[in-house]
């Protein structure tokens, strides 16, 4: 994995005036559902006086989309970062844990305190912040919607990434979620280090591992 072992990239805050102080920070996850390979999060405060247009829950975007909107959150927001946990963590505490994990090692990273962290779903990571959760905040909230857009780029771009070491699975087509052609490479090929042990159906082949 090109991942520093802490889990974590982050952009160097801008220089921002001192009227900026009220950081609202939104986070997002994203691989929790996948059999294989780490689960991403990241952490944006948006520039108020820059609007990037066509911010939006990273599943309703194309792939040239999330692209383009990824380029353009790290150049103007005030600060992103983004963690990961990784599968031997994911099969250690629960990919529910993992997740939260990710989300704090990202926040945790930003160089700005955040007044406030806004996140996706209804389950709080342990932060020293105050913490809002907001259901289907990913498409309410342009700061989580940032979020779940650098997540989404990072995890894809490291399972193409693992694609090139496991080929037989097909990661760079199906990111690790649970496809017909992914079951089906692993029933002929068994499962790869990088596949989590503790999800069906991986679980049911263990004992098979042929990488």
Known sequence: MGWPAAGIEKGKPREVTARE??????????????????????????????????????KT??????????????????????????????????????????????VESLSLVPSRVLVDGNQKPRLRCPVTTIVRGDSLVPEISAA??????????????????FPRYGFDQHKGYSTERHIAALRMHGISVVHRRSFAPVRELIGTCKN
């Open 61 to 106: 975007l194309s792939e040239a989309k999330r692209n383009s909107l990824t380029v353009a959150i790290k150049a103007h927001s005030i600060a992103w970062a983004i963690g990961f946990a990784s599968v031997k963590e994911i099969d250690r505490i629960n990919i529910l844990q993992a997740s939260l994990l990710a989300m704090k090692r990202a």
């Open 21 to 58: 102080f009220n950081w609202v920070c939104g986070v997002d996850e994203s691989g929790r559902g996948p059999l294989a390979g780490p689960v991403f999060a990241a952490c944006v405060i948006l520039d108020p006086d820059y609007c990037i247009e066509g911010l939006a829950d990273s």
């Open 148 to 165: 779940s857009i650098l997540a989404k780029t990072a995890r894809d771009a490291e399972m193409v990434a693992l694609h090139q070491r």
